[in-house]
Structures are given as structure tokens and as C-alpha cells.
């Protein structure tokens, strides 16, 4: 395949549109400079792909740093404080602080020079693009069946650019590891790419009453020891293209915290006009290690048995079936030293909020189910009701008794997987790794226990243990009711099952 010779269109990512926005019952598409301008007056993003809102979200975080002053490092933490009220008091953002801001940068997506989030030198480093199917989540490519959609590898649909953009999002932040189109750098030529910094993560981002004050909630603190004003770059102020052999900056705040992490090198080819892109260049960006850093809106799991110390720490992984009430421990306890999970670390910097602004603050949670190199299962979205008064700074025995209700609906769970399973064995002389009992029971069982989670907190005196084993119970006799009628043996293993579900778990005793 002929390289492609460089665009002469134009789109332009700040004043085009090309961001879904809800304002009331009201739909509209705007484009970054007007987002920010808008914000005041916008409710929340409505982009279709969750990951794609999480990213764009962190990347209108950082701008509203940039254009507020909160990206000042030598502020202290009293003053950050009082600046951030100030700017949430304002009501909405300075216009000619953000005008100011996006004219003195290169914001044309299909700039020769300076695409933006792009790397023009795809054009000659690879013998060919990848292809507009294999760029857009759910199309076949190459040798695969077109299963469940009408494209093919001869049917090479083009994109809007709007959609396109925000496919280029995310590959960005949650691209695939694995072999990509081969890029030639100094003569040596490798497809070898790692996966991106959100691959297979849940977010939790705040979420105000209006895109104001989400993004200046959403801005994460300085937590650094060092770091020199104006050190910090995103990738679209850098004065020139990193080139994927340059050893890669530090991670500053909040620029390359927040948007400077990819790990994929992307390229948009558009059609005869600015409306549409044809094709697309997917590669590798760099093949250094991966920095260690903390994603101020994800949470982590502490694994101390990990001999490895750098290996000690996991994000909490995003799985479409679960529950988001299920992860209220995590996001409600302050951190604890001992604990084996970490908050996102912008919650940290919620109590210091407005208490009008922090008393309706919602959580927003966008995940992404995918395995760690190739494989997208699943995308999600969730908002929870107004719970910072739920924290443990604000109320510690309502937290208490959420992380309480979370852990013992988890352990009836166990519980029910495990007596469902022995049931199974026992009545149908059957032993398989996924006993259908033990799966359909479980299904059943997580609607049931979210009710009786909602209730516990308005009754703090009703046992745990009791009501979440009468909703595994319920669950599983609801699972084996057939079996049960036809076949003896399948009653009498059921009601084994039933006295181990409410016969309470023994407590280790600590060492003396």
C-alpha cells in the first residue's frame, strides 16, 4: 500500500464540534474552547463511549487547571483551597482566560505538522495505515467474521470526525498490548506495543450539578515534594514531538499526569473533506518502561504477599457485572496504611469543597471490561447518589457500617458459590469447574442483596449476616426450584446447603 500524502483539511478539536454535551432534556455538540466557555451553562457530557468520556474528562481537567491557575505548584494546600472556591464562586470560567489559553495552541486535528494528539512521522514510518476497521471498537478487521456487523475488510466505511476523535481517545488511554502495525525507526522496525495507562480500569469521577463544577472538583491536588513551574506539559504544549527513542519526561502534574501517558502513536487520514476520516495509522508511541504513578481517579488493591514490592499495588479492575454499590468501601474509608485498598485519590481533596457543592456531589463511573492485552468485553457508566456525607471524615459510623454491609455481602457470596457447588456435586454426581447452580444462584442473589444493602443503612441494627443470607437462601431455592421437585436427592442437597448458608463462619483466633 502507497503512503498517504499529508491532509489539506481542516478540523479543528477546540472550536469544531465534536463533544456530546446535555444541558436539561437539550443535546448539542460543542467543541473544547466552547466547553469550557459553556460549562456554567452544560449539565454533563453525554458521550456514547463511556472510556471516552473518562478520557475527555481528564483532559478538560487539565485545561481547566491550566486556565484557573490551580496548576500552580508553589501554592500551598490552604491556598489551593481558597483558590478553587474562589473560581467555584465565580460561577463560571474567565472567557478571556480560556480564549487566551486555546489561541496561543495548535488544536487542527489534521495539521501536516501538529496534529493534535498525533504523530505526523506515522506517515513515513509505517508501509501502511491499519485500517478504519480495525481504528473503530467493533468492526471486524482483517481475517475476522463479521458477526454482528456490516462491515467487512472490503466494506471500509468512513467515520464522522467527531466520532472519530473520540475513538482516538480511546486508544490513547485504554489501547491494546500486543503486535500493532509495524513502525521503522533508525532503520530497526517493530510492532511491539504496551497496553494504555487506563487499560481494563474503572474511574470515579466527581460530578457537580453542572460541568463547572465537576471540572474544578475533578482537579486533582499537588502531592509532589518538587516540581518548577511551567516544568508540567501536555502533549499538545510541547514545543516539539517526543520522539519514541527519548527516555520520557517525569510525570508532572497535572499535564502529564493527566494526558501525557499514551502509549500508542495514532494518525487520522481524512476524506475529501474535514466531515469524515478514511483511515487511520495505530502504533506504537514508546517502548520504555512504564512509569509509576497514581491516577487520581482510580482506585488500587495493596497485595503485600507480592515478594515484588513495584508489583505490590493493582488498579481495582473494571468488570461490568458488578455493581458500583459494591465498591462504596473502597471510595467511602479514608486511607488507611494497613488497608488493602486505596480510595481514588480525588476524593481526598472533596472535603474541602463548598459544603453546598460537596452535599450534592455525585460520583461518576465509567469502566471499561478488558482483559490486559487485546481483548474489549464491555464498557459501563453509573452515577451514584450525593454519598461524600457518607465518608469517613463526615459520618464514621455510616461508613463503617457501608464497608460492614459490602464485606459481608461479599463473603455470603462466597458462601453461596460454595454450597451451590457442593450441592451440585452432591445431587447430580456431576463435578464441573462451573457449576450452572452456583453461577445462575449468583445471578440471582446480587439484585437481591443490593435491596437489602440499601435497607441495612436505613436499619443499623438489622444484622448483616442474617439479612444477606436470607437473600442467598431465597436465591438459590429460587435457581433449584425445578430440580427440587422432581428429584429427591437434589431437596435433600439443596437443604444442606441451605443449614451451611446461615451457619455463621468461625473466626480466627489471633495469635497469642
Given at each position: ?52 468520556a ?8 487539565a ?58 512521522s ?11 476497521n ?64 487506563l ?15 465537576t ?5 486533582p ?70 512509569p ?17 514490592v ?9 468488570d ?84 460492614e ?33 452456583a ?74
Amino acid at each position: 500500500m502507497s503512503r498517504l500524502p499529508p491532509s489539506t483539511t481542516t478540523f479543528s478539536a477546540a472550536d469544531d464540534p465534536w463533544i456530546d454535551v446535555r444541558t436539561g432534556h437539550r443535546y448539542d455538540q460543542v467543541g473544547l474552547r466552547f466547553l469550557l466557555l459553556d460549562a456554567h451553562r452544560i449539565d454533563d457530557l453525554a458521550l456514547s463511549h463511556p472510556p471516552a468520556a473518562s478520557a475527555l474528562l481528564r483532559i478538560a481537567v487539565a485545561v481547566t487547571a491550566r486556565i484557573t491557575g490551580l496548576d500552580d505548584p508553589e501554592l500551598t494546600a490552604s491556598q489551593w483551597n481558597a483558590l478553587r472556591r474562589s473560581r467555584l464562586a465565580e460561577g463560571r470560567f474567565d472567557p478571556d482566560s480560556v480564549h487566551a489559553y486555546f489561541d496561543q495552541h495548535v488544536w487542527d486535528v489534521f495539521d501536516p505538522v501538529r496534529p493534535w494528539l498525533q504523530d505526523p512521522s506515522l506517515r513515513a514510518q509505517c508501509d501502511h495505515s491499519t485500517g478504519i476497521n480495525a481504528f473503530v471498537p467493533g468492526r471486524p478487521a482483517g481475517n475476522n467474521l463479521a458477526w454482528f456487523s456490516p462491515h467487512g475488510h472490503h466494506t471500509t466505511e468512513p467515520v464522522p470526525t467527531a466520532e472519530a476523535l473520540q475513538i482516538l481517545l480511546i486508544h490513547h488511554y485504554y489501547g491494546r498490548a500486543g503486535t500493532g502495525t509495524p513502525r521503522t525507526l533508525d532503520g530497526a522496525t517493530s510492532g511491539k506495543q504496551t497496553s494504555g495507562p487506563l487499560r481494563s480500569s474503572v474511574s470515579f469521577h466527581p460530578l457537580g450539578r453542572t460541568l463547572h463544577e465537576t471540572l474544578l472538583a475533578g482537579v486533582p491536588a499537588f502531592t509532589g515534594d518538587d516540581q518548577l513551574p511551567g516544568a508540567d506539559a501536555c502533549p499538545w504544549e510541547e514545543t516539539a514531538l517526543p520522539g519514541p527513542h527519548v527516555t520520557p519526561h517525569p510525570v508532572t502534574w497535572p499535564g502529564r499526569q493527566l494526558t501525557g501517558l499514551s502509549r500508542h502513536a495514532t494518525l487520522l487520514v481524512p476524506g475529501h473533506d474535514s466531515t469524515t476520516v478514511t483511515d487511520a495509522y495505530i502504533t506504537w508511541a514508546t517502548q520504555q518502561p512504564k512509569p509509576i504513578t497514581t491516577d487520581p481517579y482510580l482506585a488500587y488493591r495493596i497485595l503485600p504477599e507480592r515478594k515484588n514490592v513495584a508489583r505490590r499495588r493493582t488498579l481495582h479492575r473494571a468488570d461490568a457485572s458488578r455493581a458500583w454499590w459494591r465498591d462504596l468501601e473502597t471510595l467511602l474509608l479514608a486511607p488507611d496504611e494497613h488497608g488493602t485498598h486505596r480510595r481514588p485519590a480525588i476524593f481526598d481533596t472533596l472535603n474541602d469543597l463548598p459544603e453546598p457543592v460537596r452535599r450534592s456531589l455525585r460520583i461518576r463511573v465509567h469502566g471499561f471490561d478488558q482483559d490486559g492485552k487485546a481483548v474489549d468485553r464491555q464498557w459501563y457508566t453509573a452515577i451514584t447518589p450525593p454519598l461524600l456525607n457518607w465518608t469517613q471524615e463526615h459520618d464514621p459510623l455510616k461508613a463503617q457500617r457501608i464497608a460492614e454491609c459490602c464485606r459481608e455481602a461479599e463473603q455470603t457470596a462466597q458462601r453461596l458459590a460454595t454450597v451451590a457447588k457442593q450441592a451440585w456435586d452432591t445431587a447430580i454426581h456431576s463435578r464441573t469447574t462451573q457449576p450452572p447452580w452456583a453461577h445462575k444462584a449468583l445471578t440471582r442473589y446480587w439484585p437481591k442483596a443490593e435491596t437489602v444493602f440499601w435497607q441495612l443503612l436505613e436499619e443499623p441494627d438489622t444484622a448483616a449476616f442474617t439479612a444477606f443470607t436470607d437473600a442467598a437462601v431465597a436465591a438459590l431455592r429460587e435457581t433449584t426450584e425445578g430440580a427440587r421437585a422432581r428429584h429427591t436427592s437434589a431437596a435433600r442437597a439443596v437443604a444442606h446447603a441451605v443449614r451451611d448458608l446461615y451457619r455463621r463462619p468461625a473466626t480466627p483466633r489471633k495469635a497469642a
